[in-house]
């Protein structure tokens, strides 16, 4: 039945859409022929045109003349004295002077294209609704204004309407009856297989992928069987791909670093991964006795998560252990509040990074603090005693001034070299050049200031050190300052040696070592460290900043390289570089 009512609307609606495009097609046929016929006529043909409008000499009747002219271009002008006629009108007065039909003509109405006329314009606005065409032409003979009037009455569009409309209704009903009889039979031709489609399908719907339907025909029908016995088979396996990634996604929730806990809406555990019972240091069985209120009541009670605000999540942190947590509460179905999943981060070592922020930012206000303040002190007092001072004792005052400008001045170019390492805008300069030439230039410079403090400064090199490609004057600085660490930090009189040779096919590296005071056990990992110092009060005596170290493993990091300490016996420090021998672009360190 439904198929029988489709087909029939569908009839139906095509034949009222023909219909309706048939007779609209027509009227604007008729139409647009009329208004042409019109301009063929009185604007096409000028030469007739200006006839009308020349009186001949001695003229006494011009609308009888006229008359005459056009019953000449009747066939023009599709004048057939019944549905079309033309009138001649008074250009003033709008009386029928003469025309094709008198009866007619003694009682026209006023149309709009008449009153146009009798204005003095032309008349010839169509109208598709109008029961009637029309065209007023206003025209001047003499000294008598006259109006062309004609006007159709459609008579012959709607006899060819109502043919056209028999014609439909009558193709209508024999399509119906078409319709109903092919709907009958297609709908029979239809209902077995679908049956037996339907019985496969509740078949699958009970868990039976096994069962197969036959294939009878070749048409979509048969297509259609086809495709579900192969539905039924791609099922089976989709359902066990999704077993399948099930089983992936419980691996990954068990390993995932976060922890993530989940719970029912009455607070009871329904879901936790282990990292959740190592950040929280507690099991979290499912249906046991801990639930929410235990664990993260007192962050936020379980209702204020079931029904967030605007943000649609709780925000809470937690201490447990020695760890930091932030947690993240919400819930996993805000319109049946089945339950809150928390999710749990671990920020302790974010929370270490920010510290390590504010005590950089404290060493550095204390950094630059002492030197500014031992300059107010030694500057407020030669200026208290301006001439009163002696002359060598002003002298070591702007002394003292001037090396702790010194140090704040170093300080500042190390902590700009160290911010131009951090933002990445410190580029290297990169040549190639011999690695022992430059460890022998850099000894043979320290070789005066070692001798100085009483130092035993040695040398031992392999033979053959290749070439390295690397900054050439930020290496030289990384072993500067090692060497001078070294120098400074061992007592007078004590034993420095430097040592390199090659690793491998491509790195070569350089050795440090002191038998000086040493780092203790619990301060080795600092060591690389913003203004960490082993003496503080002996750096800042040798005009130290704590940021040598710093900067050179920056560069050396820069290097793709290694500085690192060498773990040792005995008193002393020794300190080791190794670098790429084809420079930072051919590889990691």
């Given amino acids: 039945m439904k198929l029988m009512l489709i087909m029939t609307l569908l009839i139906v609606s095509l034949m009222t859409v023909v219909g309706a495009f048939l007779v609209n097609s027509v009227s604007s046929f008729y139409l647009d022929q009329f208004y042409t016929q019109m301009q063929s006529v009185f604007q096409n043909d000028t030469e007739f045109y ?18 005459r002219m056009l019953e000449t271009y009747t066939g023009n002008l599709g004048v057939d004295g019944l549905a079309r006629n033309y009138y001649i009108l008074d250009g003033t007065t709008g009386a029928y002077l003469n025309g ?32 009637y065409m029309d065209v007023a032409i206003p025209l001047t003979r003499g ?14 569009v709607q006899n060819l309407t109502n043919e056209l409309v028999t014609l439909i209704l009558e193709a209508l009903a024999f399509g119906l009856a078409i319709s109903v009889l092919l709907s009958f ?8 297989p679908i049956e037996r489609l339907t019985e496969g399908a509740e078949e699958v719907a009970g868990g039976d992928f096994s069962h197969k339907i036959e294939v009878d025909s070749k048409d979509e029908i048969g297509v259609l069987t086809a495709t579900f016995n192969n539905m039924a088979g791609q099922l089976q396996n989709t359902i066990q791909e999704v077993e399948n990634e099930r089983n992936k996604l419980d691996t990954l929730f068990l390993h995932m670093t976060d922890g993530v806990a989940a719970f029912g809406r009455r607070g009871e555990i329904i879901q936790s991964n282990p990292a959740a019972e190592e950040m929280l240091g507690r099991a979290l069985p499912i249906g046991g006795e801990v639930d929410y209120a235990a664990l993260f009541g007192e962050i936020a009670p379980l209702e204020q998560v079931l029904e967030p605000g605007q943000q649609g999540y709780v ?9 930091s947590l932030e947690l993240l509460l919400a819930p996993f179905d805000k319109e049946a509040q089945a339950g809150v999943l928390v999710v749990i981060h671990d920020v302790t070592e974010r929370h270490k990074t920010e510290e390590m922020r504010k005590e950089f930012v404290a060493n550095v206000s204390h950094e630059l603090r002492t030197p500014l303040t031992n300059i107010r002190s030694y500057a407020e007092t030669l200026v208290d005693n301006a001439g009163a001072l002696p002359a060598e004792m002003a002298k070591n005052f702007l002394n003292v001034i001037l090396g702790e400008s010194d140090r704040m001045t170093h300080i500042v170019q190390d902590l700009l070299t160290l911010s131009r390492f951090d933002s990445g805008r410190s580029e290297l300069n990169l040549t190639a050049f011999s690695f022992s030439e430059a460890i022998e230039s850099m000894t043979n410079a320290n070789r005066m200031e070692a001798q100085r403090h009483g130092h035993t400064l040695e040398l031992q090199l392999e033979p053959g050190l290749p070439q390295i490609t690397a900054d050439r004057e930020r290496i030289t600085q ?4 090692v060497v001078s660490n070294a120098i400074k930090y061992t007592p007078d009189g004590g034993h420095i040696q430097i040592s390199a040779g090659r690793m491998g096919r491509n790195r ?12 203790p056990e619990a301060d080795r ?14 750096s800042r005596e040798s005009g130290g900043t704590g940021l040598g170290l710093s900067i050179a493993k920056e560069i050396v990091d820069q290097h793709r390289g290694e500085l690192r300490l060498v773990d040792r016996t005995g008193p002393g420090l020794t300190i080791r570089m190794e670098l790429l021998t084809e420079g930072p672009e051919h590889g990691k360190a």
């Fill in 50 to 67: 200006h006839d009308l409008q020349n009186a001949a000499p001695g003229e006494e009747n011009g609308a009888e003349q006229i008359g």
């Fill in 100 to 131: 094709s039909n008198d009866q007619e003509g003694s009682g026209l109405e006023m149309t709009h294209n008449l009153a146009l006329a009798l204005a003095g314009e032309v008349g010839d606005d169509s109208d598709i609704s109008a029961s």
């Fill in 143 to 156: 000294d008598s204004r006259y109006v062309i009037y004609i006007k159709d009455t459609r008579q012959t």
């Fill in 185 to 192: 039979l297609l709908s029979k031709t239809l209902i077995t």
């Fill in 315 to 323: 925000e809470g942190a937690l201490e447990r252990g020695g760890r």
């Fill in 478 to 481: 990384v072993m500067m300052n």
């Fill in 508 to 519: 070569v590296w350089m050795e440090v070592a002191d038998d000086g005071i040493g780092i």
């Fill in 525 to 538: 990992d600092r060591i690389f460290e913003r203004f960490y110092r082993v003496d503080k009060a002996r």
